[in-house]
């Protein structure tokens, strides 16, 4: 799976801010990030790449941060793959010989214009070379052939199994090797098995930093996640807390806060406000994180405008439940600025009218008729968002509704005297409009509005609507006002939005109990759409490559039930695939259909026969995405195939390994594990339990000298040692809960429950 960044146009110095979560297969070896000059009418050129090791980000706990330079690109180094071979020592009439069979190779990398390689393998060993046959057009190449050396007394150790692409006019391409020790092979007399072929690093590099260098923060989390009753005592703890409240004794909540430090808050938020989530409490949590925050709070101009961990988990809980309602209002007034790139500018320091050209035939415009009409394009942009927003009331899901109900209400307890009357308004509007719809509006990328970043042009007119949206969300107060005296133009606009947003708000926290459940009820009995969009689809016939012909173009919908199709959004959906038949999603090879971007749905009909659907994605952004989403809804499918055919069966062979039987198992492995964390993931409670408990776990020696404290005040005992002991507090229960997770985790390899490595990479650029 590679994540590909949006482009940065014209500059030696990009700026991305992007982040991407990937799953890996516990498998992995190494990551590369490679920096590309994207080109419009050619293949895009590779500048360098940087790489990291698995073993070297396993040795950073934080993660790599900093800048790293930018290596050379050799063709020699850029290899991928595995080779099938089995080796054997077997004794001769004078030597030992060494025997070596060359089974088959798979997912080699692509050399030729076609998509594929013509491989051949090359055998060296004391002087001596042998090759193999040359498999024509096929990464998934078989050869089945066997060479024999002799070895003698004082021979080298290493045998050299070197994998090549041929061509006819130019040098071959070297696709990578593999080294073995031979007087360790003589021990075992026998080894069979998968190897990862390895790039030629013997050549002289070109000196580090002559190619730049690439800011990067990456971090590899290699969770091992346990079974979900081994977390169920950590759940039914922090839950109770939650349900407790303030009033409850143990105070767990608070001791998170106060211990966990300002660079990990917001991860901790996010992971605990999941968990709560998944538990149907994410407002009650929200709700104590509220009293918390409010009752250490004595100016109401200083409310939730820290780091803490209510205004942590309240961002989170936006993204996680609010971010299919952000989209809903603000992507059409996205889209329409991205669509028109108007100049707009209200600074008169930074007005260029040489940007603008002129009004009419010849008179260019002057610096008042842009800056008003610049008010002017604001004005409509501003309004249709507002307007946008007082509609949404009823689209707004319902946990946010409550959450905010509760948050309106807590303010004006605490704030009741008429000079804060508007203190409970801007508090929801701190989180609504200043931490999440502002954000969105001037980084749209970032909440996947949209696919590529803004030009500069564009990006000044997101800028000043965020600062619109902000100065009505901050209720129009004189302090706002006077930061940028140049926003004034707006100000009638502003002020009229304040008394909308007032209204919008009223509404928005105006839900009862009864019509919180309804809401909910309806909601969970919506299939809701995992991913959507268009694809191309096609059904392979046998013939030819993939031509406009071939293939159609559907809008797809992906849910927890089905893949269904329809001719547009609007239209009626047809069933495409059940979501229990789905037995594979992955990677369909260039050179079948001529195009990198294609996947395809192996799946059983209702008769149980195998099929599969082919289906086109407009770039490796959108494919990464639906084979991910795909991956995900279909995990715990029963069946799931170990091996697929990357290619497509055309004539009387497959194109990727050219084996005839239709019915082969397939020559690579699936990668159903390999995935992208985005926003709309399916809660992973397992996953979020245990990165809680490994949070805990760090700050465990703070947790026993707290409760040492607490003992030795209130007289309340000494901390359990053991599962039979009476636990009365607490804080005792969770040190106690921490420490059989801790001998779980010890025995989970013996253990006959299965538990699955989580390799999550973080990155950002």
């Keep these: 799976m590679s994540p590909s960044s949006a482009t940065v146009w014209k500059t030696l110095c990009p700026f991305w801010g992007e982040e991407y979560q990937v799953h890996l297969p516990p498998t992995f070896h190494a990551v590369a990030f490679y920096v590309m000059d994207e080109d419009a009418l050619s293949r895009d050129d590779v500048i360098g790449k940087v790489c990291l090791t698995r073993d070297t980000l396993a040795a950073l706990p934080k993660g ?52 594929a390689s013509d491989p051949f393998v090359r055998v060296r060993y004391n002087g001596r070379t042998q090759e193999t046959s040359i498999v024509k057009k096929s990464c998934y190449p078989r050869w089945n052939e066997t060479f024999e050396f002799e070895v003698e007394e004082g021979a080298p150790e290493a045998l050299c199994v070197e994998a090549w692409d041929w061509d006819l006019v130019s040098r071959n391409d070297f696709l990578g090797k593999v080294v073995f020790n031979i007087h360790r092979l003589g021990a075992a007399q026998q080894e069979e098995g998968w190897f990862q072929l390895q790039p030629d690093q013997s050549k002289s590099r070109q000196e580090e930093g002559n190619l730049g260098s690439l800011q990067l923060e990456v971090r590899l989390l290699d969770e091992m996640v346990l079974p979900s009753g081994c977390y169920q005592p950590l759940v039914q703890l922090l839950c109770r807390e939650v349900k407790l409240g303030i009033q409850g004794p143990g105070q767990l909540i608070p001791l998170i806060e106060e211990m966990t430090s300002t660079e990990c808050r917001q991860e901790v938020a996010t992971n605990l406000l999941k968990l709560f989530l998944g538990q149907g409490l994410a407002k009650e949590f929200l709700d104590l994180l509220f009293q918390l925050e409010l009752g250490r709070t004595s100016e109401a101009n200083t409310l939730f405008r820290s780091n803490s961990l209510a205004s942590k988990s309240m961002e989170s809980f936006l993204k996680v439940a609010g971010m299919r309602y952000l ?36 008179r260019p415009q002057t610096e008042a008729e842009l800056l008003e009409q610049s008010a002017q394009t604001l004005r409509a942009h501003l309004g249709a968002l507002l307007s946008a927003l007082c509609r949404s009331v009823r689209a707004c899901p319902a946990v946010v509704r409550a959450t905010f109900r509760q948050l309106f209400l807590r303010v004006r307890q605490r704030f009741p005297s008429a000079q804060h009357q508007d203190v409970p308004f801007i508090a929801v509007t701190s989180f609504l409009c200043l931490r999440f719809f502002s954000p969105a509006i001037m980084a749209p990328k970032l909440f996947h509005l949209r696919e590529r970043h803004a030009d500069a042009r564009t990006s000044r007119t997101l800028l000043l609507l965020a600062k619109a949206v902000q100065n009505v969300g901050n209720m129009d107060t004189p302090a706002s006002r006077a930061k940028e005296a140049w926003m004034e133009p707006l100000q009638p606009t502003v002020h009229q939005g304040v008394a909308q947003l007032k209204d919008f708000i009223t509404k928005l926290v105006d839900i009862e109990e009864k019509e919180e459940l309804d809401l909910q009820r309806a909601l969970s009995l919506q299939a809701t759409p995992v991913k959507e969009g268009p694809l191309f689809i096609h059904r392979t016939k046998g013939k030819g490559p993939l031509m406009s012909s071939s293939f159609k173009k559907l809008y797809f919908f992906l849910t927890t039930e089905a893949l269904s199709f329809a001719k547009t959004p609007s239209s009626k959906k047809c069933a495409l695939i059940k979501l229990a038949n789905i037995r594979a999603a992955e990677k369909v090879e260039e050179k079948s259909f001529g195009s990198s971007h294609v996947m395809q749905v192996i799946y059983t009909d209702d008769t149980g026969r195998p099929q599969t659907s082919y289906l086109q994605c407009k770039c490796v952004n959108e494919l990464n995405q639906w084979l991910s989403a795909l991956r995900k809804v279909s995990i715990n499918n029963t069946g799931l195939l170990g091996s697929y055919h990357p290619g497509v069966f055309r004539g009387d062979k497959w194109s990727c390994c050219h084996q005839k039987d239709k019915t082969d198992l397939g020559c690579d492995k699936t990668r159903s594990h390999v995935t992208l964390q985005e926003w709309n993931d399916p809660l992973d409670h397992d996953l979020e339990a245990q990165l809680i408990y490994r949070h805990l776990l760090g700050m465990e020696a703070a947790l026993r000298e707290k409760h040492r404290e607490l003992s030795t005040s209130t007289e309340a005992g000494s901390v359990p040692t053991g599962p039979g002991e009476a636990l009365e507090d607490p804080l005792a229960q969770m040190l106690q809960v921490l420490q059989d997770l801790r001998e779980a985790h010890s025995r989970s390899p013996a253990s006959s429950a299965p538990v699955e490595p989580n390799c999550l990479l973080e990155l950002q650029t």
Excluded: M
């Design 64 to 115: 790599f941060s900093g800048w790293a330079h930018l290596t050379e690109v050799d063709p020699d180094e850029e290899v991928q793959g595995e080779i099938h071979l089995r080796l054997e020592v077997v004794p001769g009439p004078r030597a030992c010989r060494l025997r070596c069979s060359l089974l088959e190779a798979r997912d080699l990398a692509p050399k030729d214009r076609n998509g």
């Design 327 to 362: 989209h809903g209002v603000l992507r059409p007034i996205i889209d329409r600025i991205f669509e028109e790139k108007k100049y707009v500018e209200l600074d008169p320091s930074k007005v260029e009218v040489k940007d603008v050209g002129c009004s009419g035939l010849h």
